[in-house]
């Protein structure tokens, strides 16, 4: 099975299902908080789940693609360590030689068009226990630009309302914010598609950081690359927005220019809600779906630290390596929401390119927070060792760098209006090296040929 099982959830169950990388709940479950406690369960496991028995629904609900490195990288063939490398070369091949993607006559996604248009009927979840309602978090927006053309994938968060109406959060300073604008300025709404239960390609092709896609350029390029060939869409009948061929659902919307509606709360990437405020409002105009369709839902928080995360972390070491040299890794920490807190890892060769290294994932990542450079014998997997190299090489007075009042995050709660103050470790031992700060190692061993009595614990005699 090649790569091009990456673009149907259907063939990716399959796989999933076949290296016993898929747990299946087949009791009822509620998909009002229920389905996704019982998910949460299972969060950062080696495991995605498929839950068959949906109360209330024919569909079955598919949760945990990306909560684990571990589990993404076997989808995706690729040791966990090395994905960061395998995005980063993804895009870099879009960038140099982008493979558009094909439009057909008709696709799976069209197998079935509802007669009746009524959202509140479809599997979507409601998770966590203060989001204001259910919510479409793993879908697709695919538009176009209403000056250029050009067209552009995104994610965002949908809240249903009714029947054929739902409530958006835009994440500003994205593409989709800009296309809103322009539309506003004609006078007219944005049509868009609305993508759900599609592969990972297409996840981070719409997650793909706005330093490393340009607007004038078509970001399902990226999934192309991810899936080994060009991705297959196909027309909607109402607009030049086209819907995901392999799609399981197709849902054809209006970004309405001239109305908003009240959204949220939600539990966001943080761990935290997004409040409760006036935001964008959408018309749903048509449903297509699959004839057996599966609903994709992400638990907030783990699964975003990896759909979304692990592209900005691609891009960090991929401009960290043109600009600073020595630079051989990048990570971005969990406690850090997989989006706010940034390690990386250096060969100094000179004084100063420890702290240029930290301006220069600023500038790659505006999300980021925090950012902390060590030298090149420091786990930056590792926070126990990363600490270690805090509290034994930092000089505090030297080491912190404060910047204040920085754009970053919208979603992130210490950022208000996106302005904030974000922090740079210089935890590298100073530079020439001295050898006070050499690290102590043991003589490389093996355990091969030697007896060994290992005793099993048990519990103390007294």
């Not at 978090?137 to 994938?153: C, E, L, Q, W």
């Not at 009714?162 to 709404?189: C, F, M, P, Q």
């Not at 060590?374 to 270690?388: A, G, H, K, L, S």
């Not at 001295?434 to 290992?454: C, H, N, Q, W, Y």
Request: one cysteine or more; a negative charge.
């Amino acid at each position: 099975m090649g790569l091009e099982r990456l673009k149907d959830i259907g063939a990716i169950i399959d796989d999933l299902d076949a290296m016993g990388r898929l747990v299946r709940i087949k009791s009822e479950v509620d998909i009002n908080l229920d389905l996704a406690g019982i998910a949460a369960e299972f969060e950062r496991g080696p495991r995605a789940v498929l839950f068959e028995n949906v109360k209330g629904q024919d569909a079955p609900v598919l949760i945990g693609l990306y909560w684990s490195r571990e589990l993404l990288g076997a989808l995706m063939r690729t040791p966990e360590r090395k994905l960061p490398a395998l995005v980063s070369k993804h895009i870099q091949k879009w960038q140099i030689d982008p493979v558009a993607p094909v439009v057909l006559d008709d696709g799976p996604v069209r197998e079935v068009t509802e007669k009746d248009v009524d959202v509140t009927t479809l599997p979507v979840p409601v998770h966590a226990t203060k989001d204001g309602g259910a919510y479409f978090d793993a879908a697709m927006v695919i538009t176009r630009d209403p000056d250029t053309g050009v067209r552009n994938a995104s994610i965002q968060r949908f809240q249903v309302i009714d029947k054929d109406t739902l409530a958006v959060n835009i994440d500003s300073g994205r593409h989709l914010e800009l296309y809103l604008a322009k539309a506003r300025a004609k006078g007219e709404h944005l049509a868009f598609t609305l993508n759900v239960g599609i592969g990972p390609g297409f996840h981070f092709a719409s997650s793909a950081p706005a330093e490393a896609a340009p607007p004038e350029k078509d970001e399902l390029g990226i999934a192309s690359e991810f899936h080994g060939e060009p991705v297959e869409l196909v027309a909607s009948d109402l607009s030049d927005s086209e819907m995901v061929a392999h799609a399981m659902y197709g849902l054809e919307c209006e970004l309405l220019s001239d109305e908003e509606h009240m959204e949220g709360p939600f539990a966001e990437v943080t761990g935290c809600y997004a409040a409760h405020a006036l935001r964008g409002k959408v018309k749903v105009k048509r449903i297509h779906r699959r004839k057996k369709p599966i609903m994709q839902t992400i638990l907030p928080g783990t699964e975003v630290h990896n759909s979304v995360g692990l592209l900005g972390e691609a891009n960090v070491l991929n401009l960290l390596k043109l600009q600073v040299p020595g630079v051989k890794d990048v990570f971005f920490t969990h406690g850090g929401c997989g989006f706010y807190g940034a390690v990386v890892q250096i060969t100094q060769t000179r004084a100063g390119w420890a702290k240029q290294a930290i301006l220069a994932a600023f500038a790659a990542f505006p999300p980021l927070k925090s950012v902390t450079v060590v030298d090149d014998d420091v786990n930056i997997y590792d926070p126990t060792d990363v600490e270690w190299a805090m509290t034994t090489r930092m000089d505090a007075d030297k080491g912190i760098m404060i910047f204040r009042d920085i754009f970053g995050h919208g979603l992130n709660p210490s950022f208000p209006n996106y302005l904030g103050n974000k922090v740079g470790y210089d935890a590298t031992q100073p530079f020439p090296h001295r050898p006070e700060f050499e690290r102590a190692t043991m003589k490389k061993m093996s355990l091969d040929g030697l007896e060994i009595v290992t005793p099993d614990i048990g519990a103390p005699k007294d």
